[in-house]
């Protein structure tokens, strides 16, 4: 019986005996790992301008990186992902006029805080 409940759990099927644990982890596009660490006020303020000029503080965040903000791209260049930043604003300026690229921007706006967030909260090692 053993043998079979480890099998089981193996599978990720739960048993009468042990729970399971599901990790979940979000699979992230090119885009969207190309957002900037930045600073929390530099962050704050990219949300506002994306909020009110659609893709203006992506287009902010994007000399960030030039700056030395992190991503989550470390296998890029610098460059490469400037570039990536770039497109996003653009992708966004475009198609803010039917409404879709506004939301995006506040959105992406809100990511840039969250990973801010994330920065502040991280000890020095794991930067």
């Keep these: 019986m053993d043998q079979k409940d480890t099998e089981m759990n ?3 099927v739960s048993s009468s005996t042990s729970g399971v644990v599901v990790q979940v982890r979000e699979k992230k ?5 190309a957002i900037p660490y ?31 903000a992190r991503t989550d791209l470390p296998d ?6 400037f570039w990536l ?11 803010a006029i039917v409404m879709v690229g506004w939301i995006m921007s506040i959105f992406w706006g809100m990511d840039m805080v969250i990973l801010a967030s994330y920065r502040e909260q991280a000890t020095p090692q794991q930067l």
Excluded: D
């Excluded at 596009?29 to 790992?33: D, K, Y």
């Excluded at 930045?38 to 990186?65: E, H, Q, R």
């Excluded at 890029?76 to 992902?81: P, Y």
């Design 29 to 33: 596009g090119a885009l969207r790992t």
């Design 38 to 68: 930045m600073p929390f006020p530099v962050a704050v303020i990219c949300l506002f301008l994306n909020t009110f000029v659609p893709g203006l503080g992506t287009f902010v965040s994007a000399f960030t990186v030039l700056c030395g």
């Design 76 to 81: 890029r260049h610098m460059c490469c992902i």
């Design 85 to 95: 930043n770039i497109a996003a604003a653009f992708i966004q300026i475009i198609t």
């Design 10 to 12: 193996e599978k990720g």
